[in-house]
């Protein structure tokens, strides 16, 4: 008889998930098994779980879970350099190895790509989630090694369960080739993707972070974290372009990190792209959906970059993990917020507060 596990499963979009008992997976012979620790809830999840935006999601009922991390518990029989007791993140997107884009190594622009629990981004990537069938919000997941991301001692499970959000912002900042000296611009700072690229930010050289947002709370609790490097401005209180020269000897910033939601007014990125120094380099990683007005010609002569950046590769998340592990990067100021594998859906609902970028909800399927 198989060896059964616990599972959250969604059975109906909109609907809560239920916690199933299914049989425990067994990998393949080029997968591990790993057993889920913590597994992090992310601000989009219930909308994801609605059914009602673009995405494709699995066949229902699924397991679902997005950022999983654990202990290594079983592997493959081809599987060489990996092996059981090692702690790991999951990188949960599965791109399908095969299409131009992939052989090309460039597995984020893959056209069946898919997120392992969570939902898959056109019609074939119903294909790659089937290979890859359990979330993070299960006792256990199977997954290939190329995604797994060793994890430093001093790395906790639940921190490493946020490494989606902040990975997300770190591949952007190193899109604009933040470094030594970069002035930073950060629209939407008190939010999750926010507060990631403003600890990034901090770690990985940035001497001017300016921000802004609408939680004032969290604003002064980021201007708290390097009071001589971080400004920041609510939203409303001063135009942005302005404000942004102001704190830039009146050239603007490098780099502009734009994580405005999918909701968000595209207003506040029109004003902040004006920021922008000469030679200066926006970057969207927060899915804002309305159309954005900007002016071709300035981005001509200034030569101006207006870019996206989707998710990141297993190897800059091992890059962020020894920059976490090493104290390079910071994760002491997020704060846990636990759930047990019950408690799903009350993660969920805790979710929709939007506590602000500091507060990491994470489910931690072995209690
Ligand atoms: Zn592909």
Redesign the pocket.
Known sequence: MATLMRAARLHEPGQPLRIDSVPRPKPRPDDVLVQVKSCGVIPNMNAIFSGTLWNQLPPLPASVGLDAAGVIAEVGENVTELEVGQRVYVNPWL?????????ADE?TL????AFQGYFGFFPDSLRTLARYPFGGFSEYLTAAPQRLVILPDKVTFDQAARFGYIGTSFAALRGGNVGAGTWLAINGMTGTLGVGATLLGLGMGATRIIGFGRNRAVLDQLKALAPDRIRTLALGDHPIAEWMREQTDGLGTDVLVDCSARAAAASTTADALNGLKRGGTAINIGALSEPLPIQPMRFMTGRIAFRGSNWFTTGEGQLMADMAGTGVLDLSHLEPHLYPLEGVNDALDAIRARLGGFVNIVVNPDR
């Open positions: 791109a399908c190895g095969q299409c131009a884009y992939c052989r597995p893959c056209g069946s790509a």
